[in-house]
């Protein structure tokens, strides 16, 4: 059991929450499930993004949060920011990339 502690102890050092990367995960899974031909490299890119999206958004969803659902929910927030962040940063790429192509049109 000491190990298991240590562990997650070491993942909190780098700001990394377990319970939060393992909820993220199946978030962003789920997403890019739902999409058909994708290329494999894309999915785990994409698996990957949200999954630390879902880590690193989920304590700032959180403490805007009602006091009950930040102990009780906050892994299901964790699984909706797997699944949302990603979308969301997808939106943010897409828009970013349109705006630099309409700045330097080739």
Known sequence: MQ???D???QLLRFGLD???LVSGFFGALI???KRKKQKLSKTILCIFTG???ANF???LVLTLAPESLQEKGKYAVAFMMGYIGLKGLEELV???AE???SKNPS
Do not use: A, W
């Open 94 to 96: 897409d828009f970013v």
């Open 7 to 9: 562990f997650h102890q």
């Open 18 to 20: 377990l319970g939060f």
């Open 51 to 53: 999954t630390l999206c």
């Open 31 to 33: 997403l890019s499930i």
């Open 99 to 101: 705006y630099l192509k």
């Open 57 to 59: 958004l989920t304590p």
């Open 3 to 5: 190990n298991n502690e």
